[in-house]
């Protein structure tokens, strides 16, 4: 008997064994096998990765830091598309690579075997047509994009999600949440229109309820993309109250009054951050959204409020957060229209700022454009200058400021340089006694400023020596120089002010100010000087002659203590030096009043738009030198702005003057024919016209067309305002002509002629490259120029022998696509590309990048172990259905060696040479306009 119950017990054992193992087998498709794979899937894979994911989400959602002076996200991830924001917190990869493992282990694929009698059944045949048969596995298919999302990949997340909505069509609540995240990636990525169309199936769909708030959060991330604030309302405060993280739902919230201030209902916005401070949140939300209800704040009686948030000052715990409350107070003066003191706020919130970050820059900002609308254009300058490195680029108005700020840029030094002139001249002018009194005057003050710098140094040194150097116990401590014995006081060289003041002045004398940049002596800026082409028989009178005087005469005598004294600003010979005592020195003093003041007149003019102060500066310019070397194209200006004013009168005045004065000008033949404004006002579509045909001939190789077209512009339009177009253009087709002293001649004069167009800096690039020994492509015009860019700084020689490319088949190896990006999108090609991999390749995890060389665009696919992978996806792209490029994409195989190789000078016409002599074998697998793919 019990012979019979141990026999029956080896039997039931063997055939579960059998069982089991048969069920692990994920190429059998039985009810065991799912069940088995189901089970495990769930109690054993998944189970980890959501429990992390769970965590990981958790600490996002509490740890993350808000930009409260921006709109905040609805979700903490968003931040990974502007690295500007704060990064958020949570390692999500080991939810993705346990949802991969999940994936890849019990992922069944083989079709059941079929049922007699069920071939005519839809739901049958609709059951045998599907591409899964785990039916737990579709889970860790959404877990995976979702840990994407929240990791910052949203170009994974997107084609996770899109694999889901392809192929699990038979599970309605799975389809329409995958479409709901794979529009919210979308939204992330910045593909609005995609994101749009996603959307729309979704909302064609009937959504569980369950799903209500993720569908409200989508839209509402949708809405405020697309700037449709108002209608984003509704949707955020359904998401807020499916929200259960206290973090989340506060964040929601606090996003709630933002849009409500945004749509004017300054009530509502008061009520919801009121919403925020009492859900206590952390301190640093609890107190912008108390600063958020200021700004907010409609009642009329705005003392009682300015004290209570003059009071949040005396806290320490608020000591950082000056700058936010002084803001906000002026914000509040601001709404009741009282510029004067709010504009004394934001200056003390810009004063009392500890942190250097986005807060102060936006009070910056918002002080600029209250400056900048009073014409008080010398005071809007830094307010700009240092606000626009910390601003993102989807700030409002963001390219407006820019541009903004580089005009000011630009008009500052000029400024700058008039009225230091002015003052030194004004020194020059006044006795030697009381020349010396204001001198010492300044030097008095120079000691006082030092005396207290050193205090102030001394007192961090002290406070860094008992808090220690770390960033969070040292307040500004990233920002402070750190101490070095350099220089004689004790401090670095580029921190000690009599170090820098010794060598300013010598500069300032001869130069006038100069914006910190490249060629600074050159007001061309292109980069290219005729220097660059050695010896022309002209004479350089800078710098260089400078010192050749000083070594002719290094056999005189030389007072020590004199020049000690001329280098320390501490002595009255320091600025003695710098005042334009002789004639040659007061000489060269107006050459820069009289550039300055021009050249503050044609930015005022032409960038600004203030004829009132380009009128005022002109006027400051004839009344001190009336004899002026600008004064014909002072009055061509004028002219200009007094028509435009229609203030006909004032402009005949000019006209005649350039009539009487300058009759053999290009202005005068001009403006002696009667009908020459209508002409102005009708040329810029006829020359936008012939420069269309100019340069659809240089594409088509037709140069002597190129040629005839500029002789037409140059003769009957000479003003024309795109003549740096034409010439460009006529240059580049006398390369294709070979005739390289014409190209010379042409861009020489363009970058003299024209120095501050784009084509004029990529022209005095293209010369200098030709001083440097390089040669010019004349194999043909735009078209076929892409591929014989030179890749990376070009620096090394490309024909260098040790350099060469490497035959190396089972080695990293990269696909490319290479491409004209003024021809062909590169969202385009990244989203369709991203598209095709996710498709076809569904657990190979390929990494996708784009990089620029002018006009030479190349996306690169990454994650290749060897050539032969590379070629079967090669192979798979070429698929018919698979990928259509565009026409001018070039797919290329290349190895990591040999793309590296090519960043340092080579081009991509010397890497097909290369790949065709040595990868003969498998050039039949790609088609013959690919070359190296």
Not at 687 to 700: C, E, F, P, R, V
Request: net charge negative.
């Amino acid at each position: 008997m019990k012979k019979r119950i141990i026999t029956h017990i080896y039997t039931v054992a063997t055939l579960l064994t059998v069982v089991l193992f048969s069920s692990c087998n994920t190429t059998k498709n039985t009810g065991w096998t799912r069940f088995y794979q189901s089970m495990t899937t769930r109690y054993n894979v998944y189970f980890n990765a959501e429990q992390n994911y769970i965590e990981q989400l958790k600490l996002q959602q509490d740890q993350y830091e808000d930009n409260f002076t921006d709109l905040v996200y609805t979700a903490p991830a968003q931040a990974y598309s502007n690295p500007k924001d704060p990064q958020p917190q949570g390692s999500f990869d080991r939810t993705i690579e346990k949802c991969q493992s999940a994936i890849q282990k019990h992922s069944i694929k083989s079709k059941p075997k079929r049922k007699q009698g069920k071939r005519n059944d839809p739901k049958y045949k609709e059951y045998m047509q599907r591409e899964e048969y785990n039916p737990f596995i579709h889970n860790a298919w959404m877990l995976m994009g979702k840990a994407q999302y929240n990791k910052g990949d949203f170009l994974g997340a997107a084609a996770t999600f899109m694999y889901v909505a392809q192929h699990y069509t038979w599970l309605p609540k799975t389809l329409a949440e995958a479409r709901l995240w794979q529009a919210r990636s979308y939204i992330a990525l910045d593909w609005i229109y995609e994101a749009e169309d996603v959307l729309y199936k979704a909302n064609n769909d009937s959504l569980p309820p369950e799903m209500n708030g993720t569908f409200a959060a989508v839209n509402t991330d949708y809405l405020i993309k697309t700037k449709n604030y108002a209608k984003a309302i509704p949707y955020l405060e359904q998401a807020i109250k499916d929200e259960h993280n206290k973090s989340q739902k506060a964040r929601l919230t606090f996003l709630l009054g933002q849009l409500y201030a945004i749509d004017k209902q300054p009530t509502q916005s008061y009520n919801a951050f009121k919403k925020v401070v009492n859900m206590n949140p952390s301190y640093r939300t609890q107190f912008n959204a108390r600063i958020k209800m200021s700004e907010v704040y409609a009642g009329d009686e705005i003392e009682k409020e300015v004290k209570s948030l003059e009071r949040l000052t005396q806290k320490s715990v608020n000591k950082d957060y000056h700058d936010q409350i002084y803001y906000a107070i002026g914000n509040l003066y601001m709404a009741h229209n009282d510029t004067t003191h709010a504009m004394n706020n934001y200056k003390k919130a810009i004063e009392k700022s500890t942190r250097n970050g986005i807060e102060k820059a936006v009070c910056q900002i918002t002080l600029g454009e209250l400056h900048f609308g009073r014409s008080e254009y010398v005071d809007a300058q830094p307010c700009y200058s240092e606000a626009i490195p910390l601003l993102k680029e989807d700030y409002p108005n963001y390219k407006l400021l820019t541009r903004r700020s580089e005009v000011l840029d630009k008009l500052v030094v000029y400024a700058q340089n008039v009225e230091l002139q002015d003052s030194l001249q004004t020194l020059a002018g006044m006795s030697e006694a009381d020349r010396n009194a204001v001198i010492q005057k300044i030097i008095d003050d120079l000691i006082e400023q030092e005396k207290k710098e050193a205090e102030e140094r001394e007192r961090e040194e002290y406070l860094a020596k008992n808090e220690g150097l770390g960033v969070n116990n040292m307040q500004g401590g990233a920002n402070r120089p750190v101490s070095n014995t350099m220089a004689g006081d004790g401090s670095w060289y580029f921190y000690n002010q009599q170090l820098i003041n010794a060598g300013k002045s010598d500069f300032q004398k001869k130069w006038g100010s100069r914006k910190l940049e490249d060629d600074w002596r050159r007001r061309n800026k292109s980069g290219f000087s005729t220097s660059d082409f050695g010896d022309t028989g002209t004479t350089d009178t800078g710098v260089d002659n400078d010192m050749a005087a000083a070594d002719s005469t290094s056999n005189a005598p030389v007072d020590s203590v004199a020049l000690a004294n001329a280098d320390d600003p501490h002595k009255i010979e320091y600025y003695l030096k710098q005042i334009p005592l002789t004639p040659e020195e007061m000489k060269l003093s107006d050459e820069i009043i009289i550039e300055g003041l021009y050249n503050m007149g044609i930015i005022l003019k032409n960038d600004l738009e203030d004829y009132e102060a380009a009128s005022a500066t002109f006027d400051e310019l004839e009344e001190r030198f009336p004899d002026h070397q600008y004064r014909l194209e002072t009055y061509y200006n004028r002219y200009l702005m007094h028509m435009r004013n229609n203030e006909p009168d004032k402009a005949e005045v000019y006209r005649k003057k350039i009539l009487t004065l300058f009759k053999d000008s290009e202005y005068a033949i001009a403006l002696s024919d009667p009908q020459y404004l209508e002409k102005r006002r009708t040329e810029g579509a006829l020359q936008d016209s012939i420069y269309q045909k100019t340069y659809a001939a240089y594409l088509n190789n037709d140069n002597p067309t190129v040629h005839r077209y500029v002789a037409q512009v140059k003769n009957e339009h000479p003003l024309s305002d795109i003549m740096h177009k034409f010439m460009f253009l006529d240059a580049m087709a006398y390369v294709g002509d070979k005739n390289f002293d014409k190209f010379k001649e042409i861009v020489q004069t363009l970058v003299e002629k024209y120095p501050s167009t784009d084509v004029s800096e990529y022209a005095g690039n293209i010369l200098k490259g030709i001083a440097q020994g390089r040669t010019v492509n004349s194999s043909g015009n735009a078209r076929g120029m892409v591929w014989d860019t030179r890749l990376g700084d070009g620096e090394e020689a490309a024909s260098d022998s040790v350099r060469t490319f490497t035959y190396e088949p089972q080695s990293e190896h990269y696909f490319l696509y290479a491409f004209n990006n003024r021809e062909v999108s590169a969202n385009l090609m990244l989203y369709e590309v991203a598209r095709m991999n996710f498709s076809h390749f569904l657990v190979k995890d390929f990494d996708l990048e784009i990089v620029t060389f002018n006009d030479l665009s190349i996306l690169i696919v990454k994650g290749f172990n060897t050539f032969e992978e590379v070629v079967h996806y090669r192979s798979v792209m070429t698929d018919e259905s698979s990928l259509v490029l565009p026409e001018g994409v070039r797919p290329v195989m290349i190895s990591t060696a040999n793309y590296e190789l090519l960043l340092q000078g080579h081009t991509l016409e010397e890497y097909f040479e290369f790949f065709n002599n040595f990868y003969t074998p498998y050039n039949n697998e790609a088609t013959d306009d690919t070359m190296g793919g």
